[in-house]
């Protein structure tokens, strides 16, 4: 079976930085898209950042030049590395692995940036 397990949330300061890491298996993970999203109580799941299996990644404007996806295939991990983080950044941030027709989600992991 497929399995998203994320790690690295916590709390931390405005201003600070922080590592997301999400570890797959079960798949043939380089041929996926991996994201990461987030969700804040009361709001819509967001993507954060993507990076698809040729290195291409994508970030929203609310997150660019903050925010850096990455990973390691051989290890069939992806990371977030969070800087700069505000209290906006606040939510459960979701790993996710993307083929079409295949979408897979993580427990996900929260993050709390304190203001």
């Known amino acids: 079976q497929v399995q998203l397990v994320e790690s690295g949330g916590g709390l931390v300061q405005a201003g600070g930085s922080l590592r997301l890491s999400c570890a797959a298996s079960?798949?043939?993970?380089?041929?996926?898209?991996m994201g990461w999203y987030r969700q804040a109580p009361g709001k819509q799941r967001e993507l954060v950042a993507s990076i698809a299996s040729d290195g291409s990644t994508n970030y929203p404007d609310s997150v660019n030049g903050r925010f850096t996806i990455s990973r390691d295939n051989a290890k069939n991990t992806v990371y977030l590395q969070m800087s700069s983080l505000k209290s906006e950044d606040t939510g459960v941030y979701y790993c996710?692995?993307?083929?079409?027709?295949?979408?897979?989600w993580g427990q996900g992991t929260q993050v709390t940036v304190s203001s």
């Open positions: 996710n692995a993307h083929r079409l027709p295949l979408d897979y």
């Open positions: 079960g798949m043939f993970f380089r041929m996926f898209t």
